[in-house]
């Protein structure tokens, strides 16, 4: 099992950047594949990015391709999602998120571990 703390969040204006990060515990981070996801006020937790276990594939849902950008460090279990033009529909609670399924149900937001999250306001 992985813990997962994020860090990051808070509030920006429309057109400005925000970085993410995810810190996991345990020593087996580098065989999951991570990703975020977001929750806004009155939506249910959609699917916002993902990063498979070496940071070779990623995979992006299509309003933040673009914008958004996934990272991962093996090396400091750590994993990242810079923000870039920010709008205030990306207004949200951020989760950070790990899995260790196929990459097929990873990109549909399979994700059996979360952390818990974090807010991202953006204003207009």
């Known amino acids: 099992q992985v813990q997962l703390v994020e860090s990051g969040g808070g509030l920006v204006q429309a057109g400005g950047s925000l970085r993410l990060s995810c810190a996991a515990s345990?020593?087996?981070?580098?065989?999951?594949?991570m990703g975020w996801l977001r929750q806004a006020p009155g939506k249910e937790r959609a699917f916002v990015a993902a990063?498979?276990?070496?940071?070779?594939?990623?995979y992006y849902e299509a309003s933040v391709k673009g914008r958004f950008t996934i990272s991962r460090d093996n090396a400091k279990n750590t994993v990242y999602l810079q923000m870039n033009s920010l709008k205030p529909e990306d207004t949200a609670v951020y989760y950070c998120?790990?899995?260790?399924?196929?990459?097929?149900?990873?990109?549909?937001?399979?994700?059996?571990?979360w952390g818990q999250g974090t807010q991202v306001t953006v204003s207009s």
């Open positions: 998120a790990a899995s260790n399924s196929p990459w097929y149900e990873v990109v549909t937001g399979h994700f059996p571990y």
């Open positions: 345990g020593r087996t981070f580098s065989r999951y594949a």
């Open positions: 990063i498979n276990w070496s940071g070779g594939m990623t």
